[in-house]
């Protein structure tokens, strides 16, 4: 091989190294400039409930003393029958809430200590506790814990938020006084979003 | 070029105004384009500002409508914008840039242009339309954007009418500067105005009595202290030039009259002269002409014969004298005007020749008080010829046993000689012992060469120096005082 062969080689290589760099910088321009994905087209029912449940908590306002006696954690609790699969668990688990890590609690059905359910932020009931809400809501009171549940009239007979299905998309109720009872305050950006029910009845 | 050419045929007020006046209004001008740029551009962030913080608001109203997909409850926020009338479509995005509500109608939707450096590229090169893109977050996680485009009337209008505004200003500024400048301009101007009319008035009426009013102390105060110096210094020379005229013709005048005087008196002289000389040739030739006749007579007796021919001999001889001396006294009057003077000490040239006389009048003393440093005009040798005929003078008259008094002493501006003899005494004419061929010598002492020219020769050598010579009597007695007196050079 002559030297002006090896010149000529690696000049061609030169020149492809370049093309391959200027394609390269191309495309990490054009990730840098579009946006990352994250909206909830494609997920299942449950998992946006599972979703919407712990998104509350970023709308949401806890008294001052259960902010000093949280164990730095935002605990979700689940009571009863959970509709959330494991990898939905598995990834809510990563996300903060308030500046928190998000923990996830699941509660048999069953009596839970007041001392347990005091320590939740976000209580989401299962369909299995429906039969049993005027007990656990007896438990809940004065305890400012989120109760969410998708248990149909849940708001009307005390719960907080009640989400359900409309037309293929998830909506919520949302109880203002029992939140007040509670001591926690509710962003308006959600009130305006949700069906208001006060005193048993629909706003 | 032609523009230049044309610029230096201006008059120096134009110039100025024109100087003066382009300077303001190119100032004016500028300013004016900056304030309406600074204006356009401020107006510009202003709205922009305004976007930014509606998209803000609208963008944190809509975190639970992006948060909860409720794209409904954003339509309804975002209609708010329906109150702004410049606004042309806001969108919101999800955060993947996916499409979520909207306002207004949206061209053609692109999710790749959301986004804050491309809305701001946008919005630079659209220059009708503000694109405003802000990210909207809830707990530091981006969750969509918003963004609002908006049109430029509202700030077009603005503006325009500011435009209008500064024009205006713009304009009355120029006018008060042109008045200003009008006014200012006369500063420089009017002094250098004032200067050209003095001057043109001077070269009209050619009086440089006049003078221009200086008020300056500057470049200006100085060209016109110039001025008015060079006319001070023409008036001067002005006047100076005719005191020499006027002198000169004084002058001519008295010199006119001299000579008139002295053609007279040269005429009388000639007149006189001519006397003298046929009285003279006819007592020689009558001497001449008897003696001739008697040796006729007599010529047998040859002793006879000689005293005849010795007395014939000696008229001759008179008569030679007499012609010698004529043409010796013509000859020195036409020539003494022509010869060179020079400064000289006049006390010191005295003092030098009377050494010569104690030589040659080994007889006669001399009493010497001459002053030294008296410096006239005057040729050596005539002032010489001068002393030698007044001590000839005076020898030939004086008492040999009395000294002759010799003194050269200041008087005024003046050098005088003054020769004192004691002996014979003056005529009661003493001016006319300075006429030619006048003689008042005792017979005893009189020879058949002298004819009265010695005192004649002074007088013509005195004048021919400027000055005079005259005579008195001593008031002693017997004796003559011949004094002459001579301008000195400078009389410090």
Redesign the interface.
């Known amino acids: 091989m002559t030297v002006k062969q090896n010149f000529l080689i690696s000049k061609r290589l030169n020149w492809s190294i370049r093309l391959q760099g200027i394609i390269l910088l191309t495309i990490c321009l054009s990730c840098l400039?579009?946006?990352?994905?994250?909206?909830?087209?494609g997920l299942d029912k449950a998992t946006l409930k599972a979703l919407?449940t712990y998104?509350f908590g970023?709308?949401s306002k806890w008294p001052k003393e259960k902010v000093n006696l949280s164990t730095k954690k935002f605990e979700y609790c689940i009571l009863g029958s959970s509709p959330f699969s494991q990898t939905t668990m598995n990834m809510m688990m990563g996300k903060?809430?308030?500046?928190l890590p998000l923990t996830i609690k699941v509660f048999g059905s069953g009596l839970i200590p007041e001392e347990v359910l005091s320590a939740c932020h976000i209580l989401f009931i299962g369909q299995s506790e429906k039969y049993r809400l005027s007990i656990l809501f007896s438990r809940l009171k004065n305890l400012a814990v989120l109760t969410v549940s998708d248990i149909r009239n849940f708001s009307y007979q005390g719960g907080m938020i009640t989400l359900i299905e409309d037309e293929g998309?998830?909506r919520?109720q949302i109880n203002p006084i029992s939140l007040q009872q509670a001591g926690i305050s509710m962003?308006s950006?959600?009130m305006?979003?949700a069906e208001i029910i006060e005193d048993g009845q629909q706003l | 070029m032609n523009l230049f050419y044309t610029f230096t045929h201006w008059s120096l007020k134009r110039k100025l105004m024109l100087i003066m006046m382009t300077t303001c209004c190119t100032a004016i001008i500028l300013m004016a384009l900056l304030v309406i740029v600074n204006q356009a551009v401020n107006s510009q962030r202003a709205i922009q500002q305004q976007l930014i913080t509606l998209a803000d608001v609208l963008g944190s109203r809509s975190t639970g409508a992006l948060t909860f997909d409720d794209s409904d409850t954003a339509i309804e926020i975002l209609d708010a914008l329906a109150l702004k009338s410049n606004i042309i479509y806001a969108v919101i995005e999800r955060a993947n840039g996916n499409y979520f509500a909207s306002f207004g109608d949206i061209p053609e939707y692109n999710a790749n242009h959301t986004n804050e450096f491309l809305a701001l590229l946008q919005s630079i090169l659209l220059a009708n339309e503000i694109h405003v893109v802000r990210d909207i977050y809830l707990e530091k996680e981006r969750i969509g954007s918003i963004r609002i485009v908006s049109n430029l009337d509202e700030l077009q209008g603005d503006v325009l009418n500011y435009m209008v505004l500064v024009a205006m200003i713009s304009i009355t500024c120029i006018t008060i500067t042109f008045f200003i400048c009008t006014r200012l301009q006369k500063l420089v101007s009017q002094p250098i105005l004032n200067l050209q009319k003095a001057m043109d008035s001077v070269s009209e009426n050619k009086d440089y009595s006049l003078r221009v009013a200086n008020a300056e102390e500057n470049e200006l105060g100085a060209l016109v202290d110039g001025f008015n110096q060079m006319l001070q210094q023409i008036q001067f020379r002005d006047k100076r030039l005719a005191e020499h005229s006027m002198r000169l013709e004084k002058t001519v005048k008295a010199r006119s009259l001299q000579l008139t005087v002295a053609n007279k008196k040269r005429i009388l002289w000639l007149e006189s002269m001519a006397r003298f000389l046929k009285h003279e040739l006819k007592n020689s030739s009558v001497g001449i002409k008897t003696s001739l006749d008697l040796i006729e007579r007599h010529n047998t007796e040859k002793d006879k014969v000689d005293v005849y021919l010795g007395r014939a001999r000696k008229s001759m001889a008179n008569m030679n004298a007499l012609l010698q001396s004529a043409g010796d006294a013509s000859n020195l009057e036409a020539s003494l005007y022509k010869e060179e003077q020079k400064p000289l000490d006049f006390g010191a040239t005295v003092i030098n020749h009377l050494e010569v006389y104690s030589s040659i009048y080994p007889d006669i003393s001399f009493d010497i008080n001459c002053q030294k440093g008296l410096v006239i005009l005057g040729n050596e040798p005539r002032l010489i010829q001068l002393l030698d005929k007044l001590i000839s003078n005076a020898v030939e008259h004086c008492d040999h046993c009395a000294p002759i008094e010799v003194s050269v002493k200041q008087s005024l501006q003046q050098a005088q000689l003054i020769i004192n003899d004691k002996g014979d005494g003056l005529p009661e004419d003493k001016k006319i012992i300075f006429d030619l061929f006048v003689s008042f010598r005792n017979p005893e002492r009189k020879t058949d060469e002298n004819f009265g020219l010695g005192l004649y020769i002074v007088k013509l050598i005195a004048e021919s120096h400027g000055g005079q010579v005259t005579a008195n009597d001593l008031n002693t007695g017997t004796g003559a005082r011949f004094e002459v007196t001579l301008q000195l050079i400078n009389p410090n």
């Open positions: 400039i579009y946006p990352t994905a994250g909206n909830t087209d919407y998104k970023k709308f903060t809430v308030q500046g998309k998830i919520f962003s950006k959600i305006e979003l």
